[in-house]
């Protein structure tokens, strides 16, 4: 769907040359479109929050199923992060080293950006938005804006300036 709406805007934008007032047509697909950007970036926060959730059940599990260890906690999946090869050594088990690299990408690919990106992320100065290429489902970008000496000009740190 996003990438039909995507290709009208752009054909709408293309037929006014990207410069002038809008269309009334393309006024109307704007409106009838604008809750698409609010819907996706709350769908990424949801996979985000849920995967988390998936992620601390699943270190829970070795839990439940290998017994609680003593000297190392898997109550989450940061601890199981943290404390998996203590678990290891305590429990006198055998694990390929691809699961603990593994666990440590999903903890940064996962409940790290959940963390630090979406839920708890207070800066004034940080800006989300959504970009979508074409060739994508649509990603976020992230991008701290710092106010210039003059009013109203921000520049993105490591991103192109806005």
């Known amino acids: 769907m996003i ?16 410069e002038g007032p809008m269309s009334d047509e393309e006024r109307a697909f704007r409106l009838k479109w604008r809750w698409l950007p609010s819907s996706i970036y709350l769908q990424i926060e949801a996979f985000y929050l849920f995967a988390r959730i998936l992620l601390d059940h699943v270190a829970r599990s070795h839990d439940t ?3 609680k ?8 999946h940061d601890d199981l992060v943290k404390n998996l090869h203590k678990f290891v050594d ?16 999903l ?11 979406i839920a708890h992320e207070q800066s004034s100065s940080m800006r989300r938005g959504l970009m979508y290429d074409g060739s ?15 009013p109203r000009t921000w520049r ?7």
Request: glycine share 10%; charged share 40%.
């Open 107 to 117: 903890k940064r690919d996962i409940a790290d950006y959940r963390d630090y990106y």
């Open 3 to 18: 990438r039909d709406v995507h290709k009208e805007l752009f054909r709408l934008d293309r037929e006014r040359g990207g």
């Open 65 to 67: 199923y290998f017994g």
């Open 136 to 150: 994508t489902e649509g990603q976020v970008s992230f991008g701290s804006c710092i106010q210039m000496s003059r």
């Open 90 to 105: 305590e429990k006198n088990l055998v694990w390929r080293e691809e699961f603990c690299k593994s666990a440590e990408r």
């Open 69 to 76: 260890g003593r000297k190392a906690s898997l109550n989450s």
């Open 156 to 162: 993105r740190r490591g991103l192109q300036p806005c």
